[in-house]
């Protein structure tokens, strides 16, 4: 439905001191996604997954690339031709309170969305309560209750489920989950994740979940795809249980390895993969930009550019010049 080529973003600094300094978000990431599928973007804080998710569901602009939505270059449309195709990729927010409008009650916020459906598809008035009902009672909430309610008298969880209610106002065929249960207590995030798996299976819809927690990635779609993001640059891309299994980049086992431990029922990895120093942008980087960080580097690591390719005999594509798999996650005492 949707695939991105050599996508480029750069922001520059404000202030007054650091003011005018460019921060590369993305390096010319490549990334499709198939109608109905699941793709997973994961990476540490500030690697770039939320602006590519971002440009993906239409609210961010780039420099340079291209996207293609079911066949249609957006560059080739002005920006009022283009809505119609962004309106089926809707973004379901990290923060569920800061996303809902506090002066409005849960039917109010719903029944915008769903008037300008009814207007594009001629129904009638009376539809839009019904299918503000149908769509909570979707996200497995109770319209009678929800509805005359205000974002501030729901719980964690309720907000993220009216979100998502909203998304569905227009029908898309496309969700883009940012972080979506990293605001909500533990004990929901379950619910949440098995409602976006439902809805994917029940209605069709692909979903592209942004997230640095590997567990969830593999919940949502563990028979799609994973892009491992590092500071805006794809340096490994393959099936979600291919890379989580059997990682070959240093910087993918390096986030495998820093997933806590259940002391009593785990055993680490015996081949655990620590930075060897903490990041730092500032730098400049004329190689692998993980090349500094990386316990296995070389001098070819800081001096030339690892192209993102299949090669070395493993299933999934990788940059990096000697890729190795590594034993670096946890297993189960009884299976080790």
């Avoid at 602006?51 to 270059?73: F, H, K, N, P």
């Avoid at 070395?312 to 670096?328: D, I």
Wanted: proline share 6%; hydrophobic share 40%; net charge positive.
């Amino acid at each position: 439905m949707i695939r991105g080529t050599g996508i480029v973003k750069t922001f520059k600094q404000r202030g007054s001191v650091l003011a005018g300094r460019e921060v590369k978000a993305l390096r010319g990431v490549d990334f499709s996604i198939e109608k109905g599928g699941a793709v997973s973007f994961i990476g540490e804080s500030g690697c770039g997954k939320t602006t590519l998710g971002r440009i993906i569901a239409g609210l961010e602009t780039y420099d340079s690339g291209e996207i293609v939505i079911d066949g249609t270059a957006m560059s080739a449309l002005k920006p009022r031709a283009r809505q119609p195709y962004f309106r089926r990729i809707q973004l379901i927010h990290q923060d569920p309170y800061s996303a809902l409008n506090p002066t409005r009650t849960i039917h109010q916020t719903l029944h915008a969305p769903l008037a300008l459906r009814a207007k594009q598809t001629r129904r009638p008035g009376s539809w839009i309560d019904t299918r503000a009902a149908e769509l909570l009672s979707l996200v497995g909430l109770d319209p009678g209750y929800v509805l005359p309610r205000y974002p501030h008298q729901l719980s964690g969880g309720m907000r993220q489920r009216v979100v998502i209610a909203r998304a569905l106002t227009v029908d898309p065929e496309m969700l883009v989950a940012d972080e979506a249960t990293s605001m909500i207590d533990v004990s929901l995030r379950l619910g949440i994740l098995s409602l976006l798996k439902d809805l994917r299976e029940r209605l069709g819809v692909s979903v592209l979940f942004i997230t640095h927690d590997v567990a969830t990635a593999r919940y949502i779609g563990g028979d799609g795809d994973m892009y491992v993001i590092y500071r805006g640059q794809i340096v490994e891309r393959g099936k979600v249980e291919t890379i989580i299994s059997s990682p070959v980049h240093p910087y993918t086992q390096s986030l495998l390895s820093a997933i806590p431990v259940l002391h009593g029922l785990e055993r680490p990895g015996e081949q655990r993969v620590v930075p060897t120093e903490a990041l730092d942008e500032s730098k400049s980087d004329d190689g692998c930009l993980f090349a500094r960080r990386c316990p296995f580097s070389t001098d070819r690591c800081t001096s030339e550019i690892p192209l993102l390719a299949r090669s070395g005999g493993f299933a999934q594509e990788h940059s990096c010049f000697y890729p190795e798999r590594r034993n670096v996650v946890a297993t189960p005492l009884e299976a080790a």
